[in-house]
């Protein structure tokens, strides 16, 4: 691994986790983007609108308060091991993810098997900022938190769920058509 200058905020705090989100974004085609990020977001300003409308904010979120901890925790340990499954086999069916897709990262192009491993890694870092930002939530809820701070978090939690969902649903579309493909030729 190359030595990387530290300049800024790096000098101080851990800030490479960061690499990650920088290179999902980076890669994602057009296509995708509307999947993953637009679809969420119109369907979080819909949900949080009627919810507004109705002056629910405060029973969705602790709904989702209830919920979310348990089956966040289950996506997270569900990405680890897609993301442990991905880099520690080297059998024959992940050595097929290794064919070079259309996108490209740092002018180079992007296998099957690193763009899995790039979409897996931002799934899990939403994954942990949604469970933070629901533990956020409770802790704030106790000391009393205004409508206006209610509504900001109850569209983040579920743009994050949806957008969370989503990727997961891509990820796996993904590995069962590079397979499909591999039946198809024999």
């Not at 990387?4 to 890669?27: A, H, N, V």
């Not at 679809?39 to 629910?56: D, H, Q």
């Not at 994954?127 to 802790?139: K, M, S």
Request: aromatic share 14%.
């Amino acid at each position: 691994m190359k030595k990387r200058s530290t300049r800024g905020l790096g000098q101080y705090i851990y800030m490479e986790w960061l690499f990650p989100i920088k290179d999902y974004y980076c890669s994602i085609r057009k296509n995708e983007v509307v999947f993953e990020i637009v679809i969420p977001l119109l369907v979080s300003l819909i949900c949080v609108s009627l919810y507004f409308r109705e002056r629910k904010i405060e029973i969705a979120l602790d709904g989702l308060s209830e919920l979310l901890p348990s089956a966040i925790s289950i996506l997270i340990g569900f990405t680890i091991m897609l993301i442990t499954l991905l880099l520690t086999s080297s059998v024959e069916s992940v050595e097929q993810l290794k064919i070079i897709t259309t996108k490209t990262l740092y002018k180079k192009p992007l296998t099957l098997h690193q763009d899995l491993h790039i979409q897996f890694s931002h799934s899990l870092f939403s994954e942990i900022f949604l469970l933070l930002l629901i533990f956020f939530y409770l802790f704030l809820k106790g000391i009393g938190l205004p409508l206006f701070m209610s509504t900001i978090v109850l569209f983040i939690e579920i743009y994050l769920t949806l957008n969370i969902l989503l990727s997961i649903l891509r990820g796996i579309a993904n590995l069962y058509f590079s397979f499909y493909h591999v039946l198809e030729d024999k």
